[in-house]
């Protein structure tokens, strides 16, 4: 198969870089990490889809959830304590419009990877980011009317973000199948201490 990304004997799981009783530790440090980066590197453009599929892909619904919200609160620790957000109402209220896409597309990818046959897992995350990422800009299109901003929803910004978090896609994917196939070594390892 592709990219050697098995599914497990329970089927709603799509990524298995760790064991599973490790994978919503793994999915929190990975995720939150990885926003952090996104949110230094991106601001307000962080690939919140990206993250709503990859903890989708690895965990089952109510902890893909708190992971993204994880991580959401990872952006807007950096964005308001580091990257100096004004601190007023409508870029409060921006913040958890933003938190509540990033649930809405969490709970999107987890609805679509279910429905998904288990075969072909790149096409099934491909499907589910187009899925998650639209989920995620209509809920915060949706936004607009009560809190301004209808001019970040161009077709080249939404496009840009969209290619932004397809590639966020596949490098998270690739950290994941980096350390399932790096797992077995470090236990070899410490079998053999």
Known sequence: MALGILPSDDHRFHLHPVAPRLAPMFGFALLTASCALASFAFACATPFAAFAVVAAAMLRLRPALLVV?????????????????????????????????????????????????????????????????????????????????????????????????????AGLVAVCEIVRLLAPLGRKGAMSA
Not at 121 to 129: E, S
Request: no cysteine; hydrophobic share 55%.
């Open 69 to 169: 919200t994880g991580a959401w609160l990872v952006n807007q620790t950096i964005g308001f304590g580091m990257l100096h957000y004004p601190v007023d109402a409508g870029t409060i209220a921006w913040g958890f419009v933003i938190g509540a896409a990033a649930l809405l597309a969490t709970a999107a990818s987890s609805t679509v990877l279910g429905l998904l046959p288990r075969g072909r897992t790149p096409l099934a995350l491909a499907i589910t980011l187009v899925v998650a990422y639209g989920i995620y800009e209509l809920a915060l299109l949706a936004a607009t009317p009560f809190l301004g901003g209808e001019g970040a929803f161009t077709a080249a910004i939404v496009t840009r973000i969209g290619l932004t978090s397809a590639v966020w896609l």
